[in-house]
């Protein structure tokens, strides 16, 4: 069994560090890091086609690399390791992954690359920023691998689950629910400010508050307390108006061989 970890936010965030120590000890388990060198939070699924990208060793036998979280694993998987891994998981990462989010965040995007190359993949985050109780959340993180494994899925499934963590003691999280995602009203204005040089600099500012967040939402159940664990799928086909599309495509006079 070989899990590969990534994140978004480098290889020395203590979410990476303490995710990696959780599962390190695992019987028959090989636990390896591959992360971006500096934090690429907010990368979504970006990959680096205009520059080279480096891959190298710290001391601790992290690697890490010059690019964004999907380089990451996208080199892992297609040239740096000489296996494939069983599983990919991708975090802890620092702040909430839910609603919309899940487009923006580097953390999921680590995961969808695995996904997209045939392995189950998890992407795991604290809902808060600061890393309070990141210990915690690793043995929930912990938790699920195991079931997972005990549970034989990933020789039978490719899955992709984003996973949201409440920063409380072990003792006081309650239990992991299945959710879907919510929604965010859409994001607070960009803030502006004066350069020293006389510019104007643009600052993109916090995602907007929870829109949704009723009922079954990821972003309603943390605020109880509980672990939120969303399966994700990743075609965006609009399947609904797909007919209405088609006749108005129909009635666009082109030309016909
Ligand atoms: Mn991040």
Redesign the pocket.
């Known amino acids: 069994m070989k899990i590969l970890i990534s994140?978004?936010?480098g290889f020395q965030?203590p979410g990476l560090v303490a995710l990696h120590q959780a599962l390190v000890d695992l019987p028959d388990v090989q636990v390896e890091v591959v992360a971006p060198e500096h934090?690429?939070?907010?990368k979504s699924n970006a990959l680096t086609l205009s520059a080279p990208l480096y891959v190298r060793e710290a001391h601790n036998g992290f690697r890490y690399v010059t690019g964004t979280p999907a380089d990451c694993v996208h080199i892992a998987l297609k040239g740096l390791l000489d296996y494939r891994p069983d599983l990919v998981l991708s975090g802890i990462?620092?702040?909430a992954n839910m609603g919309d989010d899940t487009i923006y965040?580097?953390?999921v995007g680590a995961a969808m690359e695995a996904y997209l190359f045939g392995i189950p993949a998890i992407a795991f985050?604290q809902t808060e920023k600061g890393w309070a109780h990141v210990d915690d959340a690793a043995q929930v993180a912990r938790k699920l691998v195991q079931q997972v494994m005990h549970e034989r899925w990933l020789e039978q499934e490719v899955f992709l689950l984003n996973v949201n963590i409440p920063n409380l003691p072990f003792g006081e999280l309650k239990s992991m629910k299945v959710c879907r995602l919510g929604r965010r009203h859409a994001a607070e204005k960009v803030i502006t400010q004066d350069s020293p040089r006389g510019e104007t600099m643009y600052w993109i500012a916090g995602a907007g508050g929870a829109k949704d967040s009723g009922e079954g939402t990821d972003f309603h159940a943390t605020a109880g307390g509980h672990v939120s664990v969303t399966p994700l799928q990743i075609d965006l086909t609009d399947h609904a108006r797909l007919g209405r599309w088609r006749e108005t495509v129909d009635r666009i006079e082109v030309p016909r061989s």
């Open positions: 994140n978004d936010d965030a934090n690429n939070s907010a990462n620092n702040g965040s580097g953390t985050s």
